[in-house]
């Protein structure tokens, strides 16, 4: 799993059969610290709960398409949860 | 497996219902030296490693279903065990 941050929400106007009522959120992945690291893409919110601005963790392939019910929707990216606090381990250094 | 080092932690209170109760552990992925060097993962804990410590993770998701005992979760990522010496 990964961080990102939850920067848009996608309507699309019509989707192939599978991904109806799936919803769908633009997400900018970022590093461990929270900063933005990489070209956004689009996510399967699998909390159906996170929206703009929100830090979550996400995880890609298979385990995406295992994330919403019923499972194996065809999706290559999805939202697991949504951080509340994201820790560093002060001794840990940089 | 991939050799990491636990950097931080997440907590998260929505999220999808196989998460609920795990510790999620940041881990540094580790190069030859053992030092950080690829970027980061985040996995669920299942040894109670903690901070500074060098983990080793298993990062395919059959097999964490298996450690994890859950059919169907969506994980990929677990900290299997916590390594003493990098001879």
């Known amino acids: ?50 929206g703009p601005g929100e830090m979550v963790y996400w995880e890609a392939s298979r385990e995406a398409a295992l994330t919403l019910e019923p499972s194996f929707v065809p999706v290559d990216h999805a939202v697991l949860g949504i951080v509340d606090d994201l820790q560093r381990d002060a001794e840990v250094g940089p | 497996m991939i050799l990491g080092r636990v950097a931080g932690r997440i907590t998260s209170t929505i999220g999808h219902r196989d998460m609920a109760g795990r510790t999620l552990l940041v881990c540094d992925k580790l190069d030859a030296q053992g030092r950080p060097a690829h970027g980061y993962v985040i996995a669920i804990d299942t040894v109670g490693a903690g901070a500074g410590q060098t983990v080793i993770i298993l990062d395919e998701g059959t097999g964490a279903r298996q450690i994890l005992g859950v059919a169907d979760m969506p994980v990929r990522s677990v900290v299997v065990g916590v390594v003493d010496d990098l001879g």
């Open chain 1, 1 to 50: 799993m990964f961080l990102g941050r939850v920067i848009g929400r996608l309507v699309p106007a019509v989707v192939t059969p599978g991904l109806e009522g799936v919803p769908l959120l633009w997400v900018q992945p970022l590093d461990k610290r929270g900063a933005p690291d990489g070209r956004p893409f689009v996510c399967a919110d699998g909390t159906r709960m996170a």
